[in-house]
């Protein structure tokens, strides 16, 4: 499902070096398997997560999704590949305010140009628990509700893939483990494959495959 070979990403600086964030010899992650990225804050994971998206273009390598290489799609072509193929799920949400829970999901799922299907949109918002806050702004949802529509979001368009970028920073203890458990069965239920960046060990032990990004990035090793 996943595979990157080789990947290199720098971002210039001031004085017109560039800095390395990724040096990743290889990575990979089978179709419907569930694994978490660990790494201190500024080790590049949210990097990695966009690179693998098609948000960010690699330097150099090989970044597979599905069997596609991405890199060498155009900007547009990145965009549509993850429309069609990829749900993110984003540490701040990323939910517009002037929409509906419904209509953010709506949103999410006019990107790839297809049919909207706003049955399964209602299906998802209620899988999460918001059935009854279909109508409901962001302002007017609690932070865990807000995350909850982002999970919803993020699995409109029935990705093969999900990416989670520490989905449980924003919030409270007390529904960390129930948004963790959304994402998870989320994707069991369709059989989408996971990577879910934490630095909260909690999180990661309930993951059978724990990966440290540290390990993996020669960039953080020789930096």
Aim: charged share 20%.
């Amino acid at each position: 499902m996943l595979l990157l070979k080789n990947v290199k990403k720098s971002f210039a600086q001031p004085d017109g070096t560039r800095l390395p964030i990724l040096d990743i010899a290889e990575f990979r992650v089978a179709a419907g398997e569930q694994m978490a990225l660990m790494g201190r804050s500024g080790c590049g994971k949210t990097t990695l997560l966009h690179v693998i998206a098609g948000i960010a273009r690699p330097d150099s390598g090989l970044v597979e999704v599905a069997g596609r290489d991405i890199g060498r799609l155009s900007e547009h072509g990145r965009d549509r590949f993850r429309a069609d193929n990829i749900g993110y799920v984003f540490q701040t949400f990323n939910l517009l305010p002037g929409f509906s829970a419904l209509e953010n999901v709506l949103l999410g799922m006019s990107f790839t140009g297809g049919r909207v299907d706003e049955a399964r949109a209602q299906r998802l918002l209620e899988h999460v628990g918001l059935g009854k806050r279909l109508t409901h702004k962001p302002a007017m949802l609690s932070v865990g509700e807000q995350q909850r529509v982002a999970v919803a979001r993020a699995m409109a368009n029935r990705p093969k893939l999900l990416l989670a970028d520490e989905p449980t920073a924003n919030v409270d203890t007390g529904h960390q483990q129930q948004i963790i458990d959304l994402v998870r069965n989320s994707c069991t239920e369709e059989n989408v494959a996971l990577v879910l960046v934490t630095h909260t060990p909690e999180v990661s032990e309930q993951f059978s495959r724990v990966d440290h990004l540290d390990q993996l990035n020669q960039a953080v090793v020789s930096a």
